[in-house]
């Protein structure tokens, strides 16, 4: 499937204005990922599945090698919101989903955010099976504070 026709898929997902531009943003500033299977010096970090935001976040504050990922995943021609972590070799550590078997057909699309962000963000809408690309309160006030408003960017790690 095209970046274009995942973007326009999130589109029809993401209907308010907000949304809308925040799949711009991905689009602008993501990139590819291949998927792989979970390195075994990973796995003590791996967290439950459905709190990929939250497992993601918290492994990337716990480890300096790890950065937080957020963005879209494509499974067996199924596209998902998700969130991963990316090493400083800029290879995925998928955290949530169990990966031993046909990880390395997955394909991801996102950004880095920091992850201290993301996680006061959870914090504060009290969300943890969402990320903030996916919230209608993605430009909240707790954004704000940390990000200069309008410019998303900043977040971008």
Avoid at 62 to 72: I, K, N, P, Q, V
Avoid at 144 to 152: K, S, Y
Wanted: hydrophobic share 40%; aromatic share 8%; charged share 25%.
């Amino acid at each position: 499937m095209s970046l274009d026709r995942l973007t326009d898929l999130q589109r029809d997902v993401w209907r308010t204005p907000t949304k809308s531009h925040a799949a711009d943003w991905l689009l602008r500033y993501g990139r590819l990922y291949p998927g792989r299977r979970l390195p075994a010096c990973y796995r003590d970090l791996a967290g439950p599945r459905g709190l990929c935001f939250r497992n993601s976040a918290e492994a990337a504050v716990a480890d300096a090698g790890l950065h937080y990922a957020e963005g879209m995943i494509e499974v067996d021609e199924q596209i998902e919101s998700h969130a991963w972590c990316v090493d400083d070799a800029g290879e995925v550590v998928e955290l949530t989903l169990p990966t031993a078997h046909g990880a390395t057909g997955w394909r991801y699309w996102g950004v880095l955010l920091d992850p201290e962000v993301v996680l006061d963000f959870l914090d504060a809408v009290g969300v943890h099976s969402a990320g903030m690309l996916g919230q209608l309160k993605f430009d909240a006030s707790l954004l704000r504070r940390r990000v200069p408003l309008g410019d998303l960017t900043g977040a971008v790690r």
